[in-house]
């Protein structure tokens, strides 16, 4: 791709990550998930990830994946949708709508794939 174009798709994502605020969003998210999992948020893990993980990575990792499956006209219509009332809403709840899914689904699985206890009469 051209380097112009790269430019023109991260600055379209840079105006959409500032806009929304979501790369602060996500930091809280990443001490959030750590903190479920047990991992102290003042962790020197958590703490270098935190460092090294700046906005400009960020934008640029968003970059390098919207890039692949939108083109630059759908990137920008994407963007005004999300920073529609009702884009700014679905970005603020869809983790969580997510989080939820994932865990309804985990517990369907395992009534599903439960074991069946074993009977005591056995068939010869």
Known sequence: M???QYVEYKNVILKFVKDLNVYEK???YIVSVGAKVGVDVNSKEIQSFLSAFTEDEYVKLLTDIYIKHFTLDEIIEVVNWQTSELGRKCVQYMHIVE???YMEMT???TLVIAPVPESNNTVN
């Open 26 to 28: 996500h930091k809280a």
């Open 99 to 101: 989080e939820e899914l």
């Open 2 to 4: 051209k380097n112009q």
């Open 107 to 109: 517990n369907f699985l």
